[in-house]
């Protein structure tokens, strides 16, 4: 795990299994909100799609906007974090070798 390999830990947590049960619950809760929140938007962009059909009398294909824009946001924040990795790696290796000198 990537906690134990850069010594980070949660306050109130204890390290281990403490906080591999926390996190863990995290996820869980994040994965339960993020669902019911896409649900919600699901519901609402079928909804307008139904008041648009009825009023314009063509759909705008708001459930398909709303996939592709999500993706669109996926894919971006997938791409920034895979960029993140080698500038906190560098940052490490500094840290390290600064406390290395300290010490010799």
């Not at 947590?13 to 938007?41: D, H």
């Not at 009398?57 to 946001?73: D, E, P, Q």
């Not at 791409?79 to 600064?98: A, F, M, T, W, Y």
């Amino acid at each position: 795990m990537i906690v134990l390999q850069i010594d980070v830990g949660i306050r109130g947590v204890a390290p281990g299994y403490n906080t591999q049960q926390f996190l863990s619950q995290k996820m869980r809760q994040c994965k339960f909100w993020g669902g019911l929140a896409l649900a919600g938007l699901a519901v609402t962009a079928n909804l307008f799609d139904q008041l648009c059909l009825s009023i314009v009398g063509t759909t705008l294909a708001t459930t398909s906007l709303v996939i592709i824009v999500g993706a669109v946001m996926q894919t971006s924040r997938q791409v920034e974090s895979l960029l993140e990795g080698p500038r906190l790696q560098h940052k490490l290796d500094n840290e390290r070798r600064i406390i290395q000198s300290l010490s010799m």
